[in-house]
T-cell receptor, first 115, second 111 residues
Framework: DTGVSQNPRHKITKRGQNVTFRCDPISEHNRLYWYRQTLGQGPEFLTYFQNEAQLEKSRLLSDRFSAERPKGSFSTLEIQRTEQGDSAMYLC?????????????FGQGTRLTVV | GIQVEQSPPDLILQEGANSTLRCNFSDSVNNLQWFHQNPWGQLINLFYIPSGTKQNGRLSATTVATERYSLLYISSSQTTDSGVYFCAVVRGYSSASKIIFGSGTRLSIRP
């Protein structure tokens, strides 16, 4: 296993189009997180899964955003009717649950540009 | 929710200098990690350190959980150390435990 994988690495889309990103976590990890990062800021939490259950969603995640993790493995993040303000780096992370939370690892990110 | 503050926000040093980056958090945490974000945006794991001290080459970190802070030390800095360093914490053991990031320290190492 080479770590957390995100696809695509870059996406340029026109305003109003829908986009979907994919995240493949480290295989034995049951927790998966999505974050958004804009220039000069730290990553902001979007949503979090444990196995296939979406346990928490940020208020940043408007109705145009939806995330799924149908079989508790890979996850998708879809943005509908994209706006220029959606331009950002979208980061995915995974970790495993034990008696304590364990170390999280991040993918390389998907950089979205809405024109 | 828990607040994570990093200082300084920016740091400019000459190659070979030592530096200390600080992370303060407003409540007790169960996990704390330090990351280095490379120029391509990927977050590279440096330390997983909810408490105690760890060292990895020129880098070391100390977390004093009872006093709610962590320090990242970089010795004999190199230009490749440049980038943004983030501290991130996890608040609780519960199943809903998101990772909260500080705003980062931007480190620039001049040759």
């Amino acid at each position: 296993d080479t770590g957390v994988s995100q696809n695509p690495r870059h996406k340029i889309t026109k305003r109003g189009q829908n986009v979907t990103f994919r995240c493949d976590p480290i295989s034995e990890h049951n927790r998966l997180y999505w974050y958004r990062q804009t220039l000069g800021q730290g990553p902001e939490f979007l949503t979090y899964f444990q196995n296939e259950a979406q346990l928490e969603k940020s208020r940043l995640l408007s109705d145009r955003f939806s995330a799924e993790r149908p079989k508790g493995s890979f996850s998708t993040l879809e943005i509908q009717r994209t706006e220029q303000g959606d331009s950002a780096m979208y980061l995915c992370a995974s970790s495993s649950q034990g008696q304590m939370n364990t170390e999280a690892f991040f993918g390389q990110g998907t950089r979205l540009t809405v024109v | 929710g828990i607040q994570v503050e990093q200082s300084p926000p920016d740091l400019i040093l000459q190659e070979g200098a030592n530096s200390t980056l600080r992370c303060n958090f407003s409540d007790s945490v169960n996990n704390l990690q330090w990351f280095h974000q490379n120029p391509w945006g990927q977050l590279i794991n440096l330390f997983y350190i909810p408490s105690g001290t760890k060292q990895n080459g020129r880098l070391s970190a100390t977390t004093v959980a009872t006093e709610r802070y962590s320090l990242l030390y970089i010795s004999s800095s190199q230009t490749t150390d440049s980038g943004v360093y983030f501290c991130a914490v996890v608040r609780g053991y519960s199943s809903a435990s998101k990772i909260i990031f500080g705003s980062g320290t931007r480190l620039s190492i001049r040759p």
